[in-house]
């Protein structure tokens, strides 16, 4: 199974458009969604410097933009991508880029909200002076243990042996002065305490300018920064990016699903590098590829051609689909299974696994088309469980 990844703030550096750049139809395709974004992304991938792809305005827009070019690069005909892609995942700002991907909404509507979302979380970092510091190493326990000390947040939880710190610079500061044992500390190139309570304000903001995107369900799973869920419905995919400005991203739980998944192949969008490393110390046997320059496209495709199977959610828009969110055992409502139509958000049943138990409902409602399980199968992240038809007057 091939599973894509997006990269999020920090993975930028100065000049790594230039080569993408030599080809005129991702110039082209760059301009567009620049003129959407209000920026000058071409000029800020080749000749902007460091500083000034940091600051958070310039930095989301960017990576997302690349992200979402640079697929139409990989996969052409776009369609085509969905006989191959099992999952797509983003890290933070990269979860607009992996929702663009997977249809869940436009890449015109992603850049608006991108473009929107930098600007909110920079107002935000600018009301405290806050950054965000990498623990590499370390057991995990000391490490979390040295950032409740100092009142610290684990924004990003990235897998085995890297955490990273947000808050502060005077708790950033107190950190360096007092690490835990083993870990080495690397500052991030980025503006804020992303991921953390400082980013409330603008949670509020993109939340009232998102509720005006008009949303699809997704055509793969889409796994989700705050829990490793597979998420299917639309409007789900986008108020979870939302919320998640202001929420830890649990990149390490987005891991798990993988594994679950039975992942065999991830491949990350440009700029390229960050996540295909955490892949390969997280998952073992796992073969990555991290897509930095047009030159490997050739070479990116026969590996998603050697890894990529269809994915089951591709749906006709006569019927909806209701998905398992994680690996587990299915119990069916026994309400649920009496009923020819089920109305928007009645239970469906839950996904019992070792750790919880997640409720399962239909999002949209419908009439009961196919039960695809049975009370007590289990089931893998993103598998079909029921096929509803909308109801007469009710969107596709």
Same mark, same amino acid.
């Given at each position: +199974?091939?599973?894509?990844?997006?990269?999020?703030?920090?993975?930028?550096?100065?000049?790594?458009?230039?080569?993408?750049?030599?080809?005129?139809?991702?110039?082209?395709?760059?301009?567009?969604?620049?003129?959407?974004?209000?920026?000058?992304?071409?000029?800020?991938?080749?000749?902007?410097?460091?500083?000034?792809?940091?600051?958070?305005?310039? *930095?989301?827009?960017? #990576?997302? *933009?690349?992200?979402?070019?640079?697929a139409l690069g990989?996969?052409?005909?776009? %369609?085509?991508?969905?006989? +191959?892609?099992?999952?797509?995942?983003?890290?933070?700002?990269?979860? #607009?880029?992996?929702?663009? !991907? &997977?249809?869940?909404?436009?890449?015109? @509507?992603?850049m608006v909200l991108v473009r929107e979302r930098g600007r909110l979380m920079a107002d935000a970092a600018a009301a405290t002076p806050t950054g965000m510091t990498a623990l590499l190493g370390g057991e995990r326990d000391d490490?979390?243990?040295?950032?409740?000390?100092?009142?610290?947040? %684990?924004?990003?939880?990235? !897998?085995?042996? @890297?955490?990273?710190?947000?808050?502060?610079?005077? @708790?950033?500061?107190?950190?360096k002065?007092?690490?835990? %044992?083993? &870990?080495?500390? +690397?500052?991030? &190139?980025v503006a804020g305490a992303f991921h953390t309570a400082h980013m409330a304000p603008a949670v509020g903001e993109l939340g009232r300018l998102a509720r005006a995107v008009s949303t699809h369900d997704p055509r793969t799973r889409v796994i989700s920064n705050r829990d490793g869920r597979v998420v299917h419905d639309g409007r789900e995919v986008l108020d979870?990016?939302?919320? @998640?400005?202001?929420?830890?991203?649990?990149?390490?739980?987005?891991?798990?699903? +993988?594994?679950?998944l039975g992942v065999t192949g991830l491949l990350e969008m440009p700029?390229? !590098?960050?996540?295909?490393?955490?892949?390969?110390r997280a998952l073992p046997g796992v073969e990555t590829f991290a897509l930095k320059t047009p030159d490997?496209?050739?070479a990116a495709r026969a590996f998603c051609e050697r890894h990529g199977e269809a994915s089951d959610l591709q749906h006709s828009p006569t019927w909806r689909l209701v998905v398992a969110p994680a690996k587990g055992t299915f119990r069916l409502d026994a309400e649920a299974a009496e009923l020819a139509v089920l109305a928007a958000g009645a239970a469906v049943g839950a996904v019992r696994s070792l750790r919880d138990e997640i409720p399962v409902r239909a999002a949209h409602g419908g009439q009961v088309v196919e039960w695809l399980v049975e009370d007590g199968d289990p089931v893998a992240p !993103?598998?079909?469980?029921?096929?509803?038809?909308?109801?007469?007057g009710d969107a596709a």
């Open positions: +199974m091939l599973v894509i990844v997006a990269p999020g703030q920090g993975a930028q550096s100065p000049g790594f458009l230039v080569p993408w750049l030599e080809d005129p139809v991702f110039a082209a395709r760059l301009e567009w969604l620049s003129t959407v974004a209000g920026l000058d992304l071409a000029h800020h991938g080749t000749r902007s410097d460091a500083e000034t792809i940091r600051d958070t305005r310039v *930095a989301q827009p960017l #990576l997302v *933009a690349s992200g979402l070019v640079a990989l996969f052409p005909h776009p %369609a085509d991508a969905f006989s +191959m892609i099992g999952a797509v995942a983003g890290h933070s700002v990269g979860e #607009l880029t992996a929702a663009a !991907g &997977a249809r869940a909404i436009t890449a015109e @509507q992603a490490v979390l243990a040295a950032l409740a000390r100092h009142g610290l947040t %684990a924004a990003n939880d990235n !897998g085995p042996g @890297q955490v990273v710190a947000a808050g502060t610079l005077e @708790q950033l500061a107190a950190l002065a007092d690490p835990p %044992a083993k &870990a080495r500390l +690397m500052p991030l &190139a979870r990016i939302v919320g @998640q400005i202001a929420h830890p991203v649990r990149w390490d739980l987005c891991l798990e699903t +993988m594994a679950d700029p390229a !590098g960050t996540l295909a490393g955490i892949a390969k490997q496209l050739d !993103g598998q079909p469980l029921l096929r509803l038809h909308p109801l007469d």
